[in-house]
């Protein structure tokens, strides 16, 4: 017989692999549905998501009384600082280590691509609301993660539709570079041209810029009539606020392409007045957005963000699934989460896709004048309802692989 003598450092990962293995399994069972907010807590969507996010997912637990199917609920969150590799590693160990059953948030698209390679591979549920990037349910899908509030294509195929409907081309394109950005001008740009529009080009910035002058002279002297900013947070302020510096507006109409509420206050709406875009969620829309704004406001102190609706609008469906499956595990959830219409302040009538896809409504808004607004956060005009299916890519144009496998 011969005999195979393992290194001391071998038997150290063995052993190590072994007591996560022991610590997930333990934490598994200790009757604790263990939720993780992963977002943006120091950066440029810090406002707009942050503790916002936190407090969202909190009022979702305590809204069943903080316990589903027989488990406590036990909320933890981190920064990922907008940078992929630490949002991956702190998905990876809350998985592994401290048995986190679903994630949520993960604004970012960068970011949000990162975790949810990690949770494909886990099998783990993860819920993205501050993300936008259609790549998620598209040629980056995972079986095990719902995209709940918006994307790229749904942000910019009504705006485009409705600006070249009113005369608004050739555009030009000013692009965060990056994940975000890119698909966003992607995706309006397809919008432009299936609606007999024209882009004449685009330049890309790189994320988080203070000084817009060369791109905004670039799209100065392009021709273009349209200015569509392709980016969010304090990108999309600077953009704006220096577009008026360059008196831009006076030879181009400006299009947001994504607009985050807690973005206007901070811009004035001296700058963002009558800027034209497309949202899933305003407080102040119906009677059951307003509730839900007001008591958000009280513990946070400010009125919410679609992407902080979004977290306690899929976290609430998210707790049902769990509660009439009587079960944590992804798969089981994630089927019965197909299975029922999400009816709430958020949406009504929406379907969670077999791509990842939560199909909503969406909302073309135009930003009021200042002399319109009767307070701090009275900003938004809305304008008209762009149906679900009409708002959001068809299933079968996302080229989702694991689809493609199942069928």
Not at 293 to 310: L, N, W
Request: aromatic share 8%; proline share 3%.
């Amino acid at each position: 017989m011969i005999k195979i003598k393992a290194s001391p450092s071998r038997l150290l990962i063995a052993l190590g692999a072994s007591l996560l293995l022991t610590a997930g399994i333990a934490r598994a069972e200790d009757g604790v549905l263990r939720v993780g907010i992963i977002t943006d807590m120091s950066g440029q969507y810090a406002d707009g998501n942050g503790t916002g996010s936190v407090v969202a997912a909190q009022m979702a637990a305590e809204e069943i009384g903080n316990t589903v199917a027989g488990r406590k609920i036990e909320i933890i969150s981190a920064d990922h600082q907008n940078k992929p590799d630490v949002a991956a590693g702190i998905v990876r160990s809350w998985i592994d280590t401290k048995g986190v059953d679903v994630i949520a948030e993960g604004v970012n698209s960068a970011v949000a691509l990162a975790i949810q390679t990690v949770t494909r591979e886990r099998k783990k549920l993860f819920l993205i609301s501050g993300s936008g990037s259609s790549d998620l349910t598209g040629k980056q899908c995972s079986p095990t993660s719902v995209q709940w509030t918006y994307d790229t294509y749904a942000s910019s195929n009504a705006t485009a539709k409705a600006v070249v409907a009113r005369g608004g081309t050739p555009w030009f394109f000013l692009t965060a570079d990056y994940a975000f950005g890119q698909a966003l001008e992607r995706d309006a740009s397809k919008a432009v041209t299936a609606s007999g529009g024209k882009v004449l080009g685009a330049v890309r910035h790189p994320f988080d810029t203070a000084d817009f002058s060369s791109f905004l002279l670039q799209a100065q002297s392009s021709g273009a009539k349209i200015l569509a900013l392709a980016n969010a947070g304090s990108d999309f302020r600077n953009a704006v606020a220096q577009a008026d510096e360059f008196n831009i507006r006076e030879s181009m109409q400006v299009v947001a392409l994504q607009v985050t509420l807690t973005d206007v206050p901070a811009l004035g709406l001296q700058h963002a007045h009558d800027l034209l875009f497309t949202d899933s969620f305003y407080w102040d829309r119906t009677p059951e957005t307003r509730t839900f704004a007001q008591e958000f406001f009280k513990r946070h102190g400010a009125m919410p963000t679609a992407y902080q609706a979004g977290v306690n609008s899929a976290l609430r469906h998210y707790f049902k699934a769990v509660a009439a499956t009587n079960s944590v595990d992804s798969e089981t959830v994630i089927a019965q989460m197909r299975k029922t219409p999400v009816n709430d302040f958020f949406a009504q009538g929406g379907v969670v896709r077999a791509d990842g896809r939560m199909v909503h409504d969406m909302y073309l808004m135009r930003i009021k004048k200042p002399e319109e607004s009767k307070g701090k956060w009275d900003l938004y005009e809305y304008l008209a309802t762009v149906p679900g299916d009409q708002a959001f890519r068809p299933l079968n144009e996302g080229g989702c692989p694991y689809l493609a496998k199942s069928q």
